[in-house]
């Protein structure tokens, strides 16, 4: 099973290959590098990131073979390495940074994630506190020309904000670990800042990779990967994680290949066409919160449910707060059971109609069978009375017999 540090990680990861998967083949305008000139490059990268992302997740929920596990990682790596060069190439120097950290980070899980040094510390936070840094000494050291950032007097401020930042937050978790959630919002200061005054810049493309890091940064550590845990025999989890993946895939590669051939069929400008990708792209993005939302509810429901019950089995307690946690339990049970007790009222009275005659029917053999049962008594009765009236005549015939025989020997004894 994962540690729950890795379990955030690799959804950290996922995020970010899965908003820029979406990107691509949404919006491949905003991102503000170079693409491919092929399309269908830019299609088939696109699908290949979200299709990663969305196995990073599985693999954190799922009972799956380790060999597996590892190879989505190994994906995910090799990914988000060949962004970060991408980003180089195109300038993006806080985007690199985001992609490298990331894919290095992963890249060291993959080899040593049952090592003991991994698990005494929070490989997100870490990962977080990282880019931050390297994030503070680019802007800080670097000079920067007006024309590159829109407000680049305040530059070397906001690094120095990201240095100062990391560095109290590592302080904290090392040494004041109650504070840890207050210092992590802290951290989450400097990259809002970033994103409402500096970015999209020279070096940063777009809003993606920061609103993701200041998402986890917030959330990261409220995910309840205990609850969303499926186990191997639950075949109901699986089947809702594999239908939430499948409409969410199809939905991305539907709206990604109409805009394709909108864009290539249609004699309509590049720039007519971005109020639409932009819609279309706020279109996926709350119908993929609508889903996540509803498969983490529908799953921790379920698991909850189960749980109940094995605690139920497993655990004996006291009459009196075993009554109350049977009512407990009706109470909880009795909202999920009825949306499904209460069905049309035709049907409702058939059963109700059925389950009348099957009352009367077995109260009707029972009866029957009580008759039997006293008739075979009476039959044994009456055998046993027939018997002993043949004993009690055949015992008066042989008195019989025997009186005479003694008068015969009498009368020959005494009249020879």
Aim: hydrophobic share 50%; aromatic share 12%; glycine share 6%.
């Amino acid at each position: 099973m994962y540690h729950s540090s890795e379990n955030n990680f690799n959804f950290f990861t996922s995020l970010l290959l899965g908003g820029i998967g979406v990107s691509l083949l949404l919006i491949p305008g905003a991102l503000n590098f170079t693409t491919p000139a092929s399309p269908v490059i830019i299609i088939l990268l696109g699908v290949t990131c979200f299709t990663t992302a969305l196995l990073l997740q599985m693999s954190s929920i799922l009972t799956w073979a380790l060999w597996r596990r590892r190879l989505f990682q190994s994906i995910s790596t090799v990914l988000l390495l060949l962004f970060s060069i991408l980003y180089w190439t195109n300038g993006f120097a806080i985007g690199t940074i985001i992609f490298f950290v990331a894919g290095f980070i992963q890249l060291i899980l993959i080899f040593n994630s049952a090592s003991p040094i991994l698990f005494g510390f929070d490989i997100l936070n870490f990962t977080l506190i990282l880019i931050s840094f390297i994030t503070g000494i680019f802007l800080s050291f670097i000079k920067i020309q007006g024309i590159e950032i829109r407000i680049p007097v305040y530059t070397s401020l906001i690094g120095g904000a990201f240095l100062l930042i990391s560095i109290i937050v590592t302080y904290v978790l090392l040494f004041s670990p109650k504070y840890k959630k207050k210092a992590l919002s802290l951290q989450a200061i400097p990259w809002v800042i970033w994103c409402l005054f500096f970015a999209p810049s020279i070096y940063d493309a777009n809003l993606i990779l920061p609103v993701v890091i200041i998402g986890m940064l917030l959330f990261g550590d409220r995910l309840p990967w205990e609850q969303l845990r499926i186990p191997a025999g639950d075949i109901l989890g699986r089947r809702i994680i594999m239908i939430a993946c499948t409409i969410e895939l199809t939905v991305l590669i539907f709206i990604s290949s109409l805009l394709f051939l909108i864009d290539h069929t249609t004699n309509i400008q590049h720039t007519a066409l971005l109020p639409a990708r932009e819609a279309s792209f706020v279109f996926f993005t709350i119908c993929t919160f609508v889903v996540y939302l509803e498969g983490i509810t529908i799953i921790s429901t379920t698991n909850g449910l189960l749980n109940e019950l094995n605690k139920l089995d497993d655990t004996e307690q006291p009459f009196e707060s075993q009554t109350q946690s049977f009512s407990i339990w009706n109470t909880r049970f009795g909202k999920y059971v009825k949306p499904f007790v209460l069905s049309n009222e035709g049907t409702r009275n058939k059963l109700t109609f059925q389950s009348d005659q099957l009352d009367i029917l077995s109260q009707q053999m029972s009866n029957e069978k009580k008759t039997k049962r006293t008739t075979y008594l009476l039959n044994g009765v009456k055998s046993a009375a027939r018997k002993s009236i043949r004993s009690t005549r055949s015992i008066t015939i042989s008195g019989r017999h025997i009186r005479t025989s003694i008068k015969l020997l009498v009368n020959l004894y005494f009249y020879p």
